[in-house]
């Protein structure tokens, strides 16, 4: 790591449902301007880690770090005037309300409503799709619309983090190559992203640096090219759950 | 032709009525999950407002009546319902009874239980002839009243950012807050606004029936309740709609059934209500999220 402090710190952290314990004392930290990716199996606590990090859950130990403050005990919805935005798993559009009334609520923490429109006339720019459908209700979009929509609406609040949690979850191969087309687009832009993803090989593809998450832990981390081809990869992802499950039966 | 002209405009304005309760009701249940028996409460203090006012100027009676019941509404937002936000329907509802029958029971101690006649704004009961038919004056300004308000909610929820963040948080609050919007301000405007129906209801009522008593509202309520449920839970436009149709069609009973079946209207009222609910249980304009949460 550089001498600067890192613009996120998790150290520690815990999180626990009841007599769950989805995350055991993680330590992660993500540079200003670095792409990093957290890859692992379905409940490996990837979106429990996120879920902590954006406020929804509280951790049972630990401490979040964001831009030298910390993040500990303040609200919810004070979160995205941090700095950090949430792509949530699943998407969470407002399916009911206008393509362009979810972009809106986007820029819910903004005060300047000048830059907010020109905003979202430059992201429908980037979208072309959500241009044309932008007075439709989100609802009927597509999944991969839907996606774009939702990382579309994160970017509105000017994030200087933004978590994206399985962007490429129940979409055509296809589409997925569209979502990670427009990762690289939006990393190139300068915006630090803390990616959660089960596709170990997308992840690495876009990432600088990549944790591999199993059993609530990091088994490894690494850059995200030697991760790719490290040969303990696979024990790392599989190898601590199934041992798990040896052990329990 | 005038009689049918008149048993139309009547059921259309006890309608309006019903809608603008279930509204208030809806508006709630919509961003809180909370099945607010206590609105009743709110119209009757709206009343007992009124009553403690007569005398004065008519706007300075309803001023008041609108000051109370929004202030009581938000009162009871933030010492009974704010401290179980996270608590689950039942819990919320459980604990709207108890406000209601608190309210209920203060307001008996303090006024007593008997009714109290109170003549407000008589002029409205005069008949008026429109368009060659003889109608009560009041009914058209129910109805005017229910379209103005019905109005004035569309466009605040439409075209505000305060009514965005609410049809927001209505369909996935948790989302909602991720994007910043702040839970307690949409509250307290739900319950504002819910407060703000309350009175228009309570005022027209106190009209209608030239009385008060401590029951009054949540007789309203327990109907225009069964109106948001047919109409779909969770859903404004099904509120407005629902309301309407337990109202309206109550009215319709008591005019078309034979006098003798008249006392037993309220049970064709719920046997339709069985009706519907059993052929679409999610009512008939459906709520989207109701199910979906991060």
Request: aromatic fraction near 6%; charge should be positive.
């Amino acid at each position: 790591m550089s001498a600067i402090a890192p613009l996120l710190v998790v150290s520690g952290l815990v999180v626990r449902y009841g007599a769950v314990t989805a995350v055991r004392g993680l330590n992660l930290e993500v540079a200003d301007g670095e792409t990093v990716g957290v890859v692992g199996p379905n409940g490996a606590g990837k979106t429990s880690l996120l879920s902590a990090i954006a406020g929804i859950v509280p951790p049972l130990a630990g401490l979040v770090t964001f831009a030298g403050a910390p993040l500990s005990g303040i609200a919810l919805e004070d979160v995205v005037g941090r700095g950090i935005a949430l792509v949530p798993e699943g998407r969470h559009i407002f399916a009911a309300l206008t393509v362009r009334e979810n972009l809106l609520l986007g820029a819910t923490v903004r005060r300047d409503a000048e830059a907010v429109r020109y905003d979202i006339e430059r992201a429908f720019s980037m979208f072309p799709i959500l241009a044309e459908r932008r007075h439709q209700p989100a609802g009927q979009l597509s999944g991969g619309e839907q996606q774009q929509l939702a990382i579309a609406r994160a970017l509105l609040s000017r994030p200087r983090l933004l978590m994206l949690d399985e962007p490429s979850l129940g979409l055509a191969p296809k589409i997925v190559d569209q979502i990670y087309a427009l990762l690289h687009t939006i990393k190139s832009d300068g915006v630090t992203v803390l990616l959660v993803e089960q596709n170990a090989e997308r992840a690495c593809a876009v990432s600088d640096r990549v944790y591999v998450m199993s059993g609530g832990e990091f088994a490894l981390s690494g850059n995200a090219r030697d991760i790719a081809r490290d040969p303990r990869f696979d024990a790392a992802y599989f190898g601590v759950r199934m041992r798990e499950q040896a052990g329990a039966s | 032709m005038e009689r049918l002209v008149q048993i139309v405009v009547d059921a259309v304005s006890v309608g309006s009525l019903y809608a603008l309760t279930a509204l208030g009701i809806g508006l709630i249940f919509g961003v809180m999950r909370l099945i607010n028996f206590a609105h009743g409460e709110l119209i009757t203090l709206a009343a007992y407002t009124l009553l403690a006012l007569s005398g004065m100027p008519v706007p300075v009676m309803i001023f008041g009546a609108v000051a109370v019941a929004v202030l009581l509404a938000l009162l009871t937002e933030r010492a009974a319902f704010r401290p179980l936000r996270n608590a689950d329907p039942t819990t919320l509802l459980i604990s709207s009874f108890a406000v209601s029958f608190f309210l209920q029971k203060l307001l008996i101690l303090v006024v007593g239980s008997r009714l109290k006649g109170l003549d407000f704004l008589p002029a409205l009961g005069r008949q008026t002839e429109l368009f060659g038919v003889r109608l009560q004056l009041l009914q058209i300004v129910t109805i005017v009243v229910g379209i103005v308000l019905l109005v004035a909610l569309t466009w605040f929820l439409k075209a505000t950012r305060l009514g965005l963040h609410m049809r927001a948080a209505a369909e996935d609050f948790r989302m909602a807050r991720v994007l910043g919007v702040r839970a307690n301000n949409v509250i307290a405007v739900a319950f504002a606004l819910s407060g703000l129906l309350a009175a228009a209801v309570s005022c027209l009522i106190v009209v209608q029936t030239g009385v008060v008593q401590p029951r009054m509202g949540l007789q309203l309520v327990i109907i225009a309740f069964v109106g948001t449920v047919i109409g779909g839970l969770g859903s404004l436009p099904g509120a407005a709609l629902g309301g309407f149709l337990v109202g309206a069609g109550s009215i319709l009973l008591q005019a078309l059934l034979p006098p003798d079946l008249r006392a037993f209207r309220e049970a064709f009222v719920f046997v339709a209500v069985v009706a519907i609910l059993l052929f679409r249980p999610q009512g008939l304009i459906p709520a989207r999220g109701l199910r979906e949460r991060i």
